[in-house]
């Protein structure tokens, strides 16, 4: 019951799988967004699929830099 | 309930959801206005009685509310804010969690049994208060500029990815985030109900309605499942008002942080 | 994306993510206000009570290193105490024998002074007794002598003048031999 002591807690890891989560949804939802917009725009079809798997591949890679290297 | 009338089972969904007003004519006043306004005035009053002697020695009550402040305050809070700042948030990290947990909770609890949580607009207005005090403590500490520049350039990123990454941080930081808090925690009250629903009027169904031995032996076997599904449940109801306290105070932390 | 999708598969009933304004407003209000409730009337006693008890065991902590400075101090000052009574003791010993000394040298000297004294006194009253004794000796021995020289010459010597110089130029004769004879006894 005495919390005056260690200044210096031990971080909190216990949010990051859902802060990955929010990640992965965010890098979908632009790069995706980016394709449809695209797609209608120029009226292609291939853009969206692009899109998605751009948004994953650039999150997972910033996962990397941001997660993996400490 | 329609399953008395018709002898067709009807499977639960979002229609059960819809509460008539409590008092015919007042639309605003719904079953869960009344149980959050109760678990308000529950919060209050216990922490209040459990506080008010700030004695060195606590008695049983102001025992169990430092367990439970202090859960708050130190697991939650000082760990993800860090012990400089976190003292200005545990008030409000205090009411978030045990509003949530209360409310949560009062889904299992006979005579409620509803999750106030299940109805959207709470979660968004919970979601919506900490997206508001996280930025505007970064923008208060770092300027709007320097704020945007801590939430969107990622560190340890080579230059050429940079303008890539940008988009991806903007939009998880400052847009998807109080949309995944407010979903993740309607999403898991909302679900758990209907679970439970199908489970509990399903087990029923077959047991009176049925109209075959065998079918009855199942609607009980049904219901022992339904409560099973309740007693995970309660751990669900739980886990969710950790996470949504534990991710609000992270994002405070993280729009405080001096650098990534 | 999920908003737009859901209405459309639910057509009977509005879509579970559109919330009724009455909650939110409601959400925001509890919220606000328990944080204040909090605020006010929470954390601050509870923090209060951890103050407290902090404070409580660094203050027993004080009161106990206190309290072993005032043991120390209080053996200290036995101790030296101590020291100074065994001084005192030593010094009041030698005082004492000093003192006891002293009270010996003056009994002596006092007795020995009243020892002398005695024996001037007992000297004095023996010389006086002495010189009595030498004028009831000298008396009778006149008269004897008178006596006897009127019974060895007769009459004759009745007549008061000659006996009275007779007795004298005996008496003489008797005192010069006598103080030689006691001058020489004295110092003997």
């Known amino acids: 019951m005495s919390q005056q002591e260690d200044p210096k807690p031990t971080p909190n890891t216990s949010g990051d799988g859902w802060r990955v989560l929010s990640y992965l949804i965010g890098g979908i939802l632009i790069y995706g967004g980016i394709g449809f917009g695209l ?5 292609t079809q291939f853009l969206l699929p692009v899109g998605i798997v751009l948004g994953a591949g650039l999150t997972i890679l910033l996962l990397h830099f941001r997660y993996g290297q400490s | 309930m329609i399953a008395g009338v018709s002898t067709e089972f009807n499977p639960p969904g979002p229609e059960d959801f819809q509460l008539p007003p409590i008092i015919p004519g ?7 206005v009344l149980v959050a306004g109760l678990s308000v005035v529950l919060i209050v009053w216990f922490f209040y009685g459990a506080s008010r002697k700030s004695a060195i020695v606590p008695s049983k009550l102001q025992f169990a509310g430092e367990l439970g402040y202090n859960f708050v305050r130190n697991s939650i809070a000082r760990d993800a804010i ?20 209360l409310n949560n ?7 409620v049994q509803f999750p106030t949580f299940s109805h959207i607009g709470w979660a968004y207005s919970a979601a919506i208060l900490s997206w508001v005090i996280y930025n505007g403590v970064g923008i208060r500490k770092h300027g709007l500029l320097g704020y945007l520049k801590l939430q969107t350039m990622p560190a340890g990123v080579p230059l050429w990815l940079l303008p890539l990454m940008i988009p991806i941080e903007f939009i998880s930081n400052i847009v998807v985030r109080p949309i995944s808090l407010s979903l993740r925690l309607f999403a898991n009250m909302f679900a758990g109900h209907i679970l439970l629903l199908v489970f509990v009027l399903g087990g029923e169904y077959l047991l009176l309605h049925a109209g075959s031995i065998a079918l009855s032996g199942v609607g009980v076997i049904t219901l022992l499942m339904g409560l099973a599904i309740a007693g995970l449940e309660l751990f669900v109801q739980c886990i969710q008002a950790y996470i949504f306290v534990v991710l609000s105070a992270q994002y405070i932390g993280g729009a405080l942080a001096d650098e990534h | 994306m999920l908003t737009l999708v859901l209405p459309l598969t639910e057509a009977e009933g509005p879509s579970p993510l ?33 103050a407290d008890r902090t404070q409580a065991i660094e203050g027993g902590m004080n009161a106990a290193k206190q309290a072993q400075a005032e043991a120390k101090a209080a053996l200290d000052k036995y101790n030296a105490q101590l020291g100074e009574a065994r001084q005192e003791a030593a010094k009041i010993r030698e005082d004492a024998r ?10 002596r000297e006092q007795a020995s002074t ?23 000796l000298r008396r009778e021995v006149g008269t004897m002598a008178t006596t006897l020289a009127s019974r060895i010459v007769g009459e004759s010597l009745e007549e008061e003048a000659r006996q009275r110089r007779t007795v004298e130029r005996f008496l003489a004769d008797l005192e010069s031999s006598e103080s030689a004879r006691q001058a020489v006894g004295t110092d003997g």
């Open chain 1, 39 to 43: 797609d209608r725009w120029l009226g």
């Open chain 2, 26 to 32: 007042v639309d605003w006043f719904t079953k869960p």
């Open chain 2, 82 to 101: 860090g012990s400089q700042d976190y003292m200005k948030f545990v008030p409000y990290l205090c009411g978030l969690f045990f509003f949530i947990l």
């Open chain 2, 105 to 111: 909770v009062a889904a299992t609890i006979p005579l």
């Open chain 3, 18 to 50: 559109m919330p009724h304004t009455a909650e939110i407003i409601f959400g925001f209000v509890f919220l606000i206000l328990l944080a204040i409730a909090f605020a006010k009337l929470v954390v601050p006693r509870f923090e209060k009570a951890y």
């Open chain 3, 98 to 107: 000093e003192q006891g000394a002293l009270i010996i040298a003056e009994m």
């Open chain 3, 114 to 136: 009243e020892a002398d004294r005695i024996v001037t006194h007992a000297r004095t009253q023996i010389d006086a007794e002495r010189a009595q004794a030498v004028a009831s």
